[in-house]
């Protein structure tokens, strides 16, 4: 059966701890398509285009991958939460390099698409988005990565089993605690 | 963007630790679990399964509705990146316009995409003059809905002029006006024509809110989205009241119009809630000048303040007709009054219970008379492998089944499924999934199928009251159904089951209105054992969700 994670993630990094580039090719190959998506999604449209999201993302997954002692000293978690991490942290630089306006002079300004705004807040609403990244601040470390991966990276229960050294049932039960737990945080928000 | 702030507590301890007060909801409530479910386990999440769940605690639902808004902008920012594009028709500004979708009497509507959003998008683009007066008209529609973010009113991105024509555009929603659900499915069920109205007073609320009048709305004007999300579009007729009637515009549909606009009276906000108290009766009743059947108590009371003769009686705000459409959803459904908060004990005991649901008898159907032969198995899908289903088998929340098939000549297949509610799903085919009508002959095809390279089941969530399953076999397409799978009725594979009980051959008796009334449409193509065939499942759970 062709399935999406063909080696599991844990023998790859034993394999690239052991000096084996091969395994952080493979391991740029699996999260690359999944991760310049996800980029691209929360970048301001003006920032960059998709071949450009590529890119930085390529950059961005080759270096982490060649200094896991990041990774080592994280303390638990998965390799792909924490690559995702270390991409929202370099998200945040593109972004504030970015700000600038975008080029509809003869539009009033409340029609002019938003070039500040990314596409994931346009697909979402803003308000939303805004809410739901708050609140997921709130939540553990643990939780935030089960949420992150289902629902913005859109992988399965059995890739995030995966990815977690887990069982399906168990992931799929700890994500709906999350997800409560989110809403919540969501709630007591709007009291 | 401030996650990388939180505190790096103990990862196992994901569950609250204080203790919810009288009347509040922790997050291990039932109701909410299934709500979530729901939400993260469907393809397309159904908004009116968390609506009815979640219809008394309003707090939560709006919680539930912004992680939803949240997952649904995740989804279509992946369906546009994995999604093959045909080529472009033309460019407009920096759109690749793809199809024409619609025409309307003064403007086109096409489906484009934005490469720099990189999603699709609609295009509604002007065909007069730029500086004509229905151009400045069309202009204003667009200031009109950029002034509105609601989750319930089109979403507009942009507007301007390219090429001497006049567009805007805005997000592209995946679903149907809802006229064309009336008439492909008929008449709503009162807790989907609740769940439409208390949908469609959020998006005139935040109309109204900005001092808006949308002025036309009727079926034609609202889309119901995949997934179940309803949205509002059109203010083609709509602006400040103050403008409305000092264009002294005749736009309005007259069965959607109060007697005192008739009879030549200003228009007002409020009547929008008059023509939605209308547009309620016509998805009862399937038409707008159609009688309705039977309408709960509840239901009725807010249709009969909503299109009251008399305008002092009627709504005069969205929030009123929403809170008493709510009530009557939750009357509908069961649930008058918020249920005693449950404890984490209870919720144990009730997974308890639905794990000792028993499967009842289960035969297949054969056809040896004919020189097509096919087999159909349905079997659980375990860690260790998967095993047929047979008389006196279990089933639990969380098991996942799967349909063995195998066919002689290659065939067309069509799963699915209704259940207690009246609600049909088409479960094969389904967009996305690698599996595809016709599906080859000699071997074991097994359904529902692999999406991204990992075989999918239909699993087991909830315990539901009754679910009927109906699978055709056919050596070519059957029209009636592939239509269905044109529209994506639903792509919810997970549907709510607990006891499997499949009748005997020949003695099989479908309940369900709808599955009823698709076996009399393909009744001509089953008189031909060697063009079409069927094998029907039922899934009883005698004594509803065990709590």
Not at chain 1, 131 to 154: D, G, S
Not at chain 2, 126 to 137: K, L, V
Not at chain 2, 234 to 251: F, I, P, T
Not at chain 2, 476 to 487: E, G, K, M, T, V
Request: hydrophobic share 40%; glycine share 8%; proline share 6%.
């Amino acid at each position: 059966m062709p399935t999406l994670i063909d080696e599991p993630t844990l023998t790859l990094l034993q394999r690239l701890r052991a000096g084996d580039a091969s395994a952080r090719e493979r391991l740029v190959a699996r999260y690359l398509p999944r991760l310049t998506r996800w980029a691209h999604g929360r970048l301001p449209t003006g920032a960059r285009d998709l071949s450009d999201t590529h890119d930085l993302v390529q950059v961005t997954l080759v270096r982490v991958l060649s200094h896991l002692e990041g990774f080592e000293h994280s303390g638990g978690g998965s390799l792909l939460g924490y690559l995702q991490q270390a991409l929202l942290n370099v998200l945040r630089n593109e972004i504030r390099r970015s700000r600038r306006r975008g080029e509809h002079g003869e539009l009033p300004e409340e029609l002019a698409t938003d070039e500040a705004e990314s596409p994931l807040a346009q697909a979402a609403g803003r308000e939303s988005l805004e809410r739901y990244e708050r609140a997921l601040a709130q939540l553990t470390r643990n939780q935030q990565e089960l949420i992150v991966m289902r629902m913005e990276l859109a992988l399965d229960y059995d890739e995030m089993a995966g990815e977690l050294g887990s069982t399906r049932d168990a992931v799929r039960m700890a994500l709906r605690r999350a997800v409560a737990r989110l809403v919540e945080v969501l709630s007591d928000g709007a009291r | 963007m401030a996650r990388a702030d939180s505190r790096p507590d103990d990862p196992r301890d994901d569950r609250r630790r204080d203790d919810p007060g009288p009347g509040d909801h922790g997050p291990d409530d039932p109701e909410l679990q299934r709500a979530i479910a729901h939400l993260l386990d469907a393809d397309a999440a159904d908004w009116s399964i968390a609506t009815g769940l979640l219809a008394s605690r309003p707090q939560q639902l709006e919680a539930l509705r912004v992680v939803a808004d949240v997952a649904a902008g995740c989804r279509r920012l992946q369906a546009a990146a994995t999604g093959r594009q045909p080529a472009p028709l033309f460019r407009w500004g920096g759109l690749d316009v793809r199809e024409q979708v619609a025409s309307g009497a003064s403007a086109d509507v096409y489906r484009a995409y934005d490469p720099a959003l990189g999603i699709d998008v609609a295009l509604k683009l002007h065909r007069e003059a730029p500086h004509s007066p229905t151009a400045s008209r069309f202009l204003a529609e667009a200031h009109h809905l950029a002034r509105v973010r609601q989750r319930n009113v089109i979403g507009v991105y942009g507007a301007a002029l390219h090429d001497g024509r006049a567009g805007l555009w805005c997000e592209w929603v995946d679903g149907r006006p809802l006229t064309q659900v009336l008439k492909e499915q008929g008449a709503s069920a009162p807790a989907e024509a609740a769940y439409v109205g208390i949908e469609l007073c959020a998006a005139l609320a935040a109309l109204h809110a900005a001092g808006i009048l949308h002025g036309d709305l009727k079926p034609a004007n609202v889309l119901r989205e995949r997934g179940g999300r309803i949205v509002l579009l059109d203010l083609g007729a709509g602006g400040k009241a103050d403008d409305v009637n000092a264009a002294s515009m005749d736009y309005g549909t007259p069965a959607y119009l109060p007697p005192e606009v008739l009879a030549g009276a200003a228009r007002k906000p409020e009547h929008d809630l008059y023509a939605l108290g209308r547009l309620i009766e016509t998805l009862l009743s399937g038409a707008a000048d159609a009688r309705p059947a039977a309408i709960p108590p509840a239901l009725q009371r807010v249709l009969a303040r909503a299109t009251a003769a008399d305008a002092d009686r009627r709504y005069a705000r969205a929030a009123d007709m929403q809170r008493d459409l709510a009530a009557a959803l939750a009357e509908i459904h069961g649930v008058d009054a918020p249920p005693p908060r449950p404890t984490r004990r209870r919720w144990v005991v009730a997974l308890a219970l639905a794990g000792i649901v028993a499967l009842g008898v289960l035969a297949v159907q054969r056809w040896t008379a004919s020189a097509w032969n096919t087999e159909l198995q349905l079997s659980r899908r375990t860690d260790a492998g998967v095993a047929p289903l047979a008389s006196g088998a279990t089933l639990a929340q969380g098991d996942r089944l799967v349909l063995d098939l195998r066919s002689n000549r290659p065939l067309h297949v069509y799963v699915l499924n209704e259940d207690a509610g009246g609600d049909l799903h088409l479960l094969f085919p389904l967009r996305g999934l690698e599996q595809t009508n016709p599906l080859p002959a000699n071997g074991r095809v097994r359904l529902p199928g692999s999406k991204g390279g990992r075989e999918l089941s239909w699993e087991i969530t909830s315990s539901g009251q009754r679910e009927e399953f109906l699978v055709v076999l056919a050596a070519a397409p059957l029209a009636q159904i592939q239509r269905l799978a044109d529209s994506a009725v639903a792509l919810d594979v997970e549907r709510g089951v607990a006891r499997v009980r499949v009748e005997a051959p020949g003695g099989m008796t479908l309940r369900g209105a709808h599955l009823n009334a698709l076996l009399e449409e393909i009744g001509p193509d089953l008189s031909d054992a060697d063009r079409a065939r069927i094998q029907a499942y039922r899934f009883n759970d005698p004594g509803g969700a065990p709590r």
